[in-house]
């Protein structure tokens, strides 16, 4: 968080003289020393009631910073904007939030502000109060709300779409209240202002979680405990989720360990609710932090209550030369040597093998029939709703796509993969599980996209079967009334057994979305790319510029160019394009074999009407059209052919 109050106002900036900028720098000083005299003979004088320091702040932002009530009716006599934002969106009316000061709240309310205006972070005046544990002002302002109470408490800070990707912002005053260690104004939201328990912000996070989250300032946490504990067994007896975690993966016991509070632990444990062995993303257990953390009677406890001792945690206690430690952990089933497990599984995938065996061979956290750890180690891509991580679903080895529950990519995703579960040409879904806010899709785990396979693979890649495999993924998913919407070399992906499978279908749209013609045409124009880019081995890049001529773009050095630029034409041509037209290009001459192509010849030859060259058959004049142009490439046909021995020149 970006603190809107307590942060001092700096010296002023872009003002447009030395002189101004004086004035406006003694008017700041004036009013954090509390000096009405000599702040109303610098307006008298001419100092700008409005004018800005750095970040924004104005007279009127430092006068309700400094809670002083007689200075901040001076200013607005005087013009001062009472609707005035910071460079952060911090208005007045929010800062008096953060003071706590109930007389300014209900000033500037007079003044036009909104009981719900909030600054660029998503912060209205209560989530402030709240924060600063200030409870005059949170049941003033809570007074004061629409007659929709509760819906206006249990209001999540609202952030910017970008943001919201990320998983910021959806914090409630109830989590702000606990995760600062307010005790009573925890007790006001719940009791008096039914403040919801169960609500999480964009993260999952429930007040449990927040209040049980590390400090801002680690210096603070033993004397932060006291009140934390209060906090958690209220929450908890009001029926908070245990079985939540953190942006990190971290349960509440795991929390508890961090903040090396015993009665934390003991309280979570007394639910029955928790899962003892679960592991953050980091892979490290409750047990495993109150070990390295050196705290030995959490560890008994911890152990006593079924806590699994067999993961290595006998290394850190002999790191912290802590011989009790080690006695208790060997006592619980540690080994005495930290030599990893054999290696009895072996991974199907080559290229992730270290990280997958390294999470089998870890009790790493499940959700449903997946096991997965959130943690950089694991992840294969990055993505805009939370990434690609490695994982087992139901012992298989998968790669899980998260979503934001509920989003248009993950429905789309859902949508295209339920339609095209049993077609050999696309990733495969194998389940799916919620976790938190999240929506975890668990697909086939391949080795390397296109990109990277035509650019690290050393031996010769088969660019007709790429090319041919591509064309009939698209044709099926056409032919199912579907379009990818997202075709590049990223989406398009390569299995173990170099397989190649159509990824990606967050982008996907149906026909009968309506139009269908230009759904097919975008596909149809990514492929003519593709064919461009495969062919070149990525030397011609997929992404050129719009409205360009692909075709052209083909080196007219490479071997078949002229069949190469043909197939092109055909996928991007302005009138082409539906899903039979691309049924037939799978048999188009570029697919033929080094066979198919002699067959054919020998069977054109054969033809009586070539033979005799009849120049009124259909045949015949399919070959000699449009002799006109270079275009057609089937004008020279009689020099190219021997009739009597059918050579290929």
């Known amino acids: 968080m970006e603190a809107t109050g307590n942060s001092q106002p700096a010296a002023p900036n872009g003002c447009r003289n030395g002189t101004a900028a004086a004035t406006v720098s003694q008017l700041h000083d004036a009013i954090k020393k509390g000096s009405v005299k000599t702040v109303r003979q610098l307006l008298e004088e001419g100092a700008d009631v409005n004018s800005k320091v750095e970040g924004g702040w104005t007279p009127l932002h430092s006068a309700v910073q400094a809670d002083q009530e007689e200075i901040v009716n001076l200013l607005l006599e005087q013009g001062a904007d009472p609707r005035?934002?910071?460079?952060?969106?911090?208005?007045?009316?929010?800062?008096?939030?953060?003071?706590?000061?109930?007389?300014?709240?209900?000033?500037?309310?007079?003044?036009?502000?909104?009981?719900?205006?909030?600054?660029?972070?998503?912060?209205?005046?209560?989530?402030?109060?709240?924060?600063?544990?200030?409870?005059?002002?949170?049941?003033?302002?809570?007074?004061?709300?629409?007659?929709?109470?509760e819906m206006d408490v249990n209001l999540g800070r609202m952030v910017s779409t970008q943001q919201r990707q990320v998983y910021k912002g959806g914090e409630t005053a109830l989590m702000d209240a606990a995760r600062n260690g307010h005790l009573s104004a925890v007790k006001t939201l719940v009791k008096e202002m039914r403040a919801s328990v169960h609500a999480c912000d964009n993260f999952g996070r429930n007040a449990l979680i927040h209040a049980l989250r590390l400090p801002l300032k680690r210096n603070t946490i033993r004397r932060q405990n006291k009140n934390i504990e209060q906090i958690v067994?209220?929450?908890?007896?009001?029926?908070?989720?245990?079985?939540?975690?953190?942006?990190?993966?971290?349960?509440?016991?795991?929390?508890?360990?961090?903040?090396?509070?015993?009665?934390?632990?003991?309280?979570?444990?007394?639910?029955?609710?928790?899962?003892?062995?679960?592991?953050?993303?980091?892979?490290?257990?409750?047990?495993?932090?109150?070990?390295?953390?050196?705290?030995?009677?959490?560890?008994?406890?911890?152990?006593?209550?079924?806590?699994?001792?067999?993961?290595?945690?006998?290394?850190?206690?002999?790191?912290?030369?802590?011989?009790?430690?080690?006695?208790?952990?060997?006592?619980?089933?540690?080994?005495?040597?930290?030599?990893?497990?054999?290696?009895?599984?072996?991974?199907?995938?080559?290229?992730?093998?270290?990280?997958?065996?390294?999470?089998?061979?870890?009790?790493s956290p499940q959700i449903g029939k997946l096991n997965i750890i959130f943690d950089e180690y694991y992840c294969i891509e990055s993505t805009s709703e939370g990434g690609i991580y490695l994982g087992f679903h139901a012992g298989k080895e998968v790669a899980v796509k998260r979503f934001l529950l509920g989003s248009d990519k993950a429905k789309r995703e859902s949508m295209c993969l339920s339609h095209c579960h049993?077609?050999?040409?696309?990733?495969?879904?194998?389940?799916?599980?919620?976790?938190?806010?999240?929506?975890l899709f668990c697909l086939s785990l391949c080795e390397s996209n296109l990109e990277d396979h035509l650019s690290k693979s050393a031996q010769a890649v088969n660019n007709h079967n790429i090319l041919k495999t591509l064309l009939e993924a698209v044709r099926d998913l056409h032919?199912?009334?579907?379009?990818?919407?997202?075709?590049?070399?990223?989406?398009?992906?390569?299995?173990?057994?170099?397989?190649?499978?159509?990824?990606?279908?967050?982008?996907?749209?149906?026909?009968?979305?309506?139009?269908?013609?230009?759904?097919i045409k975008e596909d149809l124009e990514a492929l003519g790319r593709l064919v461009l880019y495969v062919v070149t081995r990525g030397e011609v890049p997929f992404d050129g510029p719009d409205g360009e001529n692909v075709s052209a773009r083909c080196p007219t050095d490479l071997q078949g160019h002229l069949e190469i630029e043909d197939l092109i034409r055909s996928l991007v041509s302005p009138h082409g394009g539906n899903s039979?037209?691309?049924?037939?290009?799978?048999?188009?001459?570029?697919?033929?074999?080094?066979?198919?192509?002699?067959?054919?010849?020998?069977?054109?030859?054969?033809?009586?009407?070539i033979e005799k060259y009849n120049a009124g058959s259909q045949i015949v004049k399919a070959l000699n059209c449009n002799k006109a142009t270079t275009e057609k490439h089937f004008h020279q046909w009689t020099r190219k052919v021997s009739f009597n021995q059918l050579i290929i020149y």
Not at 98 to 122: C, H, P, Q, T
Not at 281 to 300: F, M, P, S
Not at 481 to 509: M, Q, T, W, Y
């Open 84 to 149: 005035a934002r910071k460079d952060n969106g911090a208005t007045p009316f929010i800062i008096a939030g953060i003071v706590g000061n109930v007389s300014l709240l209900e000033l500037f309310l007079s003044k036009g502000s909104e009981i719900n205006e909030k600054d660029n972070n998503g912060f209205t005046a209560f989530m402030e109060a709240a924060w600063y544990g200030k409870e005059k002002a949170l049941k003033f302002l809570y007074e004061n709300f629409s007659d929709e109470k």
């Open 233 to 363: 067994s209220f929450l908890l007896d009001c029926g908070a989720d245990v079985t939540g975690r953190d942006e990190n993966g971290k349960t509440s016991l795991i929390l508890a360990a961090e903040r090396q509070s015993q009665d934390l632990v003991e309280l979570l444990l007394k639910t029955g609710k928790v899962d003892i062995n679960a592991m953050g993303n980091d892979g490290k257990t409750a047990l495993k932090i109150a070990v390295e953390y050196d705290h030995e009677e959490i560890a008994k406890l911890l152990c006593e209550n079924g806590a699994r001792a067999d993961c290595n945690d006998i290394s850190a206690a002999k790191e912290n030369y802590n011989n009790e430690m080690v006695a208790l952990l060997l006592k619980y089933g540690a080994t005495a040597t930290n030599n990893q497990p054999p290696r009895e599984w072996e991974p199907t995938s080559k290229r992730w093998g270290e990280q997958l065996w390294r999470l089998h061979s870890i009790n």
């Open 422 to 439: 049993s077609n050999r040409h696309m990733v495969k879904l194998f389940g799916t599980e919620t976790h938190g806010n999240c929506q």
């Open 479 to 519: 032919s199912l009334e579907l379009g990818h919407g997202d075709l590049h070399p990223r989406n398009i992906l390569i299995d173990a057994d170099d397989k190649v499978l159509l990824a990606d279908f967050d982008k996907s749209s149906s026909f009968a979305e309506g139009q269908r013609e230009l759904i």
């Open 580 to 609: 039979v037209q691309l049924g037939d290009l799978i048999h188009h001459p570029f697919f033929w074999t080094c066979e198919s192509r002699f067959e054919f010849l020998v069977d054109v030859g054969n033809n009586p009407d």
